[in-house]
């Protein structure tokens, strides 16, 4: 007993000197019974990403993927609620470029790709919580995982047009298949990657940009859950039933959104984004903006929020650059019908291209200098683009999000080794996409024969008998929204679906 007593005294005081050790480090790695945490631990710079912190988290879930003990992932912030992560080091990066040394941003982007590439395929479940501002790299952490937890305090965003970026760490692949509403052909999906608009907690849970909604205050209670979690004998944490072990213990710590929450955007402004962003029919960022100025011309069918909501978009999109737009655009008709690892290959090659193009004056790219005189010089004042719309052809975009052969660059192989069009797990643990609640409604999924049927039996069949979606927060909610904008009810109840 002495004996076990001593050892135990050991095994404290060795974490104690391990704890001081690893709060200098940028990320920190524990174990908590059968779960391990990745604490993202750069509080001063928001835990912005850079080589090191990618690099760390890319060996160490290679060695838990490998580890029988280690069941699921766990990866939040130090700094909760304040920031998940608000993205990569952009600053650091735009500094090396302009100063000659545009393969050490490569060696970055080449790290925190891998890193999310790696997550994407991931064999066991892996936990992100959301918690406080969730940008550029942070939605790359969070976007490829099965288990997104937004709260009260998520600030959600892809900002990169404002740098003259582009939204990278294979969004453009997630966001067209993730996105619960007006995204049948990525048309949200394009929205926010353009205009760059901040998401709440509450809209990112209803928008499917994260699986789960959950308060602050349970987080810890929900890591102490997660932690004891265990695959059922004969399984592994690869095994479906655990996924949906680890689903069942994140949502016994949901929470049920506010009372006064109302969704971000209306009806008519959903029409618009419909209307304005579908992926497939946009040739252009001019052609987008000929459609949004259609709209804003309107005399017919459009009404007064409609019109309004338009001319703020083009306004919103008038002061990014223009060749981060039509980049974006690009990846997302390439990337939305592309597999995970060619998806984020080509954003590997974006990238390499965006930061040699500082060497470059007549590059139409003017990223570095974008954020340096946003991220370092602070100005208030928007970059002024050199680059019109008019100048940025088709050609000039494809040899951006083509490889450089002078730079050659590639993901790194992690130990799943494995690769895939859709998401294994994602639309199993989040809301209903629009498309589902379609399916249903017109007899398109095999469950419903679609002679006819009511707006509460189509409620019903979401909230209490698919599994799926049986008991999850606000499913009632997202298909009422559908519902009122998609069909058309009569005095009995029963559904047309308009479109």
């Not at 200098?24 to 928001?46: C, G, Q, S, Y």
């Not at 479940?125 to 959301?130: G, S």
């Not at 994260?210 to 209670?221: F, G, M, Q, R, T």
Request: overall charge neutral.
């Amino acid at each position: 007993m002495l004996r076990n007593v001593a050892r135990r005294s050991e095994v404290i005081r060795r974490t104690f000197m391990t704890s001081n050790v690893n709060l200098e480090k940028p990320v920190l790695f524990h174990i908590r019974d059968t779960a391990r945490v990745v604490t993202l631990n750069r509080p001063k710079k928001l835990n912005a990403l850079n080589e090191e912190m990618c690099e760390s988290m890319f060996s160490t879930l290679n060695e838990y993927a490998k580890s029988d003990c280690a069941q699921l992932v766990v990866l939040k912030s130090a700094n909760q609620p304040r920031s998940f992560c608000a993205g990569g080091d952009v600053s650091a990066v735009a500094e090396s470029n302009v100063n000659g040394r545009a393969a050490d941003s490569a060696r970055l982007f080449t790290a925190e790709y891998s890193l999310n590439f790696q997550m994407a395929t991931y064999q066991k479940p892996i936990v992100a919580f959301m918690d406080g501002i969730t940008m550029g790299g942070g939605v790359g952490l969070s976007i490829h995982t099965p288990f997104r937890v937004a709260t009260e305090h998520t600030k959600w965003a892809m900002p990169e047009m404002d740098i003259g970026l582009f939204p990278d760490v294979g969004t453009t692949f997630a966001l067209p298949r993730v996105i619960t509403l007006a995204n049948t052909s990525g048309q949200m999906a394009l929205y926010l990657a353009l205009t760059g608009d901040v998401i709440s907690g509450e809209d990112a849970y209803m928008l499917g940009l994260a699986s789960h909604y959950a308060k602050h205050e349970n987080l810890d209670e929900l890591e102490t859950r997660l932690a004891e979690l265990k695959a059922i004998e004969n399984t592994s944490a690869s095994d479906e039933s655990f996924f949906s072990m680890v689903n069942n213990a994140v949502e016994e710590y949901s929470s049920q959104l506010p009372k006064d929450y109302r969704f971000r955007f209306s009806n008519d402004q959903l029409n618009v984004i419909e209307r304005c962003f579908d992926i497939a029919q946009t040739n252009s960022i001019k052609h987008l903006l000929q459609k949004l100025d259609e709209v804003i011309a309107s005399t017919t069918d459009v009404s007064r929020e409609a019109k309004q909501f338009a001319v703020e978009i083009k306004t919103k999109l008038l002061q990014k650059s223009p060749t981060s737009l039509s980049v974006a655009l690009r990846l997302l008709q390439e990337n939305s019908k592309e597999n995970i690892e060619s998806s984020l290959k080509r954003d590997l090659y974006t990238a390499t291209n965006f930061c040699v193009a500082a060497e470059d004056k007549d590059s139409p790219v003017e990223f570095s200098q974008a954020a340096i005189h946003k991220l370092i010089r602070k100005q208030k004042t928007p970059y002024a683009w050199r680059q019109s719309i008019d100048d940025i052809t088709p050609s000039k975009i494809t040899a951006l999000v083509s490889p450089r052969p002078s730079m050659p660059v590639s993901l790194w192989r992690n130990l799943a080794n494995v690769t895939w069009k859709q998401y294994p797990h994602h639309l199993k643990f989040q809301l209903p996409t629009e498309t589902a609640i379609r399916n249903y409604i017109l007899g398109q999924d095999g469950q419903n024969d679609a002679l006819s049927i009511t707006r509460n039996e189509v409620i019903s069949h979401f909230t209490n008998f698919d599994r799926a979606y049986r008991g999850k927060i606000a499913v009632d909610r997202l298909c009422e929204m559908v519902i009122e904008r998609k069909c058309t009810v009569d005095d009995a109840g029963i559904i047309t679906w308009n479109q």
